[in-house]
């Protein structure tokens, strides 16, 4: 089996590694602090301790052969991701990995209104961190023609799991914007997001593009009041956007005011998933437990 090398090993490359860890692979997770390459070394993952933005911590990368997944984010601000441009200039000519599975997101197709959106919507990123992400795929694609080297794009909605869910805004009584006002949108497990990205890596060919969600639709303000339910808090007050501007943090207003009703068809087809947790009541049950 070819090592597996994650980018950016988080919680969602620490579901990633231990699914490769059951199959018997070598891991490497390149993080940027020596305190989590020793967490790393803990879980049996070799640590690679090095930085996106300082170029020369790159140029020592087992990434030769490799099963690359990049799951880090770009820096905030502007419109480009330097951080997938450093990591891929790094790359010698002739040791280049074997594949790179990327994650990006749904914000990509900006707001899709009632329509269903598919791999075959066209993008229309309209925020600044949805444009970032933009560039970072359009620079792996680009990178991986010219280099010859599988790059394969998630475009991943509001990921909730263990340690994800938003307790500490409804504990502390944070306002959600009124029902009927809030846009539908999407959500996945980050344990069947984990598994989808195992499956990217093993059977999508280059150039492909998956939308990444549970297949439930539904609004914020739904997701926030079932979380609420299943942790026995009171429902918070609702208001009207118009009152919502005033009081959320523009990366949230951003997240109500887009439309998306996504697609997860060909992930499901493709890539042959089967969900874990197909709703979020079987999600949040599981989430809790694990909590």
Not at 43 to 56: H, K, T
Not at 231 to 236: A, V
């Amino acid at each position: 089996m070819k090592p597996v090398v994650i980018i950016g090993c988080g919680d969602i490359g620490l579901r990633v590694a231990r699914l490769y860890r059951d199959k018997g692979a070598s891991i490497s997770g390149m993080v940027r602090e020596d305190e989590k390459a020793q967490h790393l070394t803990s879980l049996g993952i070799s640590p690679l301790v090095a930085n996106l933005d300082d170029p020369e911590s790159l140029t020592h990368l087992p990434l030769n052969g490799a099963q690359v997944f990049y799951f880090a984010p770009p820096p905030g601000g502007g419109f480009s991701d330097p951080r997938m441009r450093r990591l891929l200039e790094s790359i010698p000519a002739g040791q280049e990995p074997a594949k790179i599975v990327y994650i990006s997101t749904s914000g990509v197709y900006g707001d899709c209104g009632d329509a269903i959106v598919t791999e075959q919507t066209p993008a229309n990123p309209q925020t600044s961190r949805a444009r970032r992400r933009f560039d970072a795929e359009n620079t792996l694609l680009g990178w991986g023609k010219d280099r010859g080297v599988a790059a394969v794009i998630l475009r991943v909605t509001g990921i909730y799991g263990p340690g994800r869910l938003p307790v500490a805004r409804l504990t502390e009584g944070h306002p959600l914007l009124r029902e009927e006002e809030c846009k539908p949108t999407n959500r996945i497990h980050a344990e069947d997001l984990a598994r989808v990205c195992v499956a990217a890596m093993e059977k999508a060919e280059a150039g492909e593009i998956f939308n990444v969600c549970d297949g439930q639709g539904g609004t914020m303000t739904q997701y926030f009041l079932a979380v609420a339910d299943a942790l026995g808090l009171p429902h918070p007050q609702q208001i009207s956007l118009e009152e919502a501007r005033k009081v959320m943090a523009p990366l949230m207003i951003s997240y109500l005011t887009e439309s998306r009703r996504m697609d997860n068809r060909k992930m499901l087809t493709r890539l042959g998933i089967t969900l874990k947790y197909p709703t979020l009541e079987q999600g949040l049950k599981a989430s809790l437990s694990e909590d």
